[in-house]
T-cell receptor, first 113, second 113 residues
């Protein structure tokens, strides 16, 4: 299995509070991604990174920001959490070749009350 | 606008028989297609992929077929085993887009004894 960890694995928070989720990899893969999984939607891309300090928006980026100061860490921040951000969040990594598969972390279940 | 569609939310198959999971896409720019398997409380795991220049790819019990003219792909599992019970996601990517994946909504496969 690819060395990807996510922390925390579970979190319950209140509306309006800031939340940061962490993804850590030991594979030295260049690309990192954050997805959210919701019933009826599959997995949707929030943000991705193609290198240290290089990030871009995905399909559902509103309300989220990311940072990548080291190859191994990719942080996802909800500046002011809302109930619509209750979801399961997955981090993934890949190498930059066409069709390269992504390897996923175990996920973080976030509940915003 | 769902660019990758899995129209069957669930499928039940007897052990030993063939499981066929279907996926349709609308974006003709997609040139790689991947299947992921997901167990509850775990991250998705890569199963098999196919490039748009091929129409079939096999890996053990798993075969993926691609029909570009119909914008349709399918995953065949033969023979199906109880351990195959999971949610299967179809995903697609386009060369040059940082391997970003667009996922379908998933099909829950139940393999019964």
């Amino acid at each position: 299995d690819a060395g990807i960890t996510q922390s925390p694995r579970h979190k319950v928070t209140e509306t309006g509070t800031p939340v940061t989720l962490r993804c850590h990899q030991t594979e030295n893969h260049r690309y990192m991604y954050w997805y959210r999984q919701d019933p009826g939607h599959g997995l949707r891309l929030i943000h991705y990174s193609y290198g240290v300090k290089d990030t871009d928006k995905g399909e559902v980026s509103d309300g989220y920001s990311v940072s990548r100061s080291k190859t191994e860490d990719f942080l996802l921040t909800l500046e002011s959490a809302t109930s619509s951000q209750t979801s399961v969040y997955f981090c993934a990594i890949s190498e930059p070749y066409p069709g390269g598969e992504q390897f996923f972390g175990p996920g973080t279940r976030l509940t915003v009350l | 606008d769902q660019q990758v569609k899995q129209n069957s939310p669930s499928l039940s198959v007897q052990e030993g028989r063939i499981s066929i999971l279907n996926c349709d896409y609308t974006n003709s720019m997609f040139d790689y297609f991947l299947w992921y398997k997901k167990y509850p409380a775990e991250g998705p795991t890569f199963l098999i992929s196919i490039s748009s220049i091929k129409d079939k790819n096999e890996d053990g019990r798993f075969t993926v077929f691609l029909n570009k003219s119909a914008k349709h792909l399918s995953l065949h599992i033969v023979p199906s085993q109880p351990g195959d019970s999971a949610v299967y996601f179809c995903a697609a990517s386009t060369t040059g887009t940082a391997s970003k994946l667009t996922f379908g909504t998933g099909t829950r496969l139940q393999v019964t004894l």
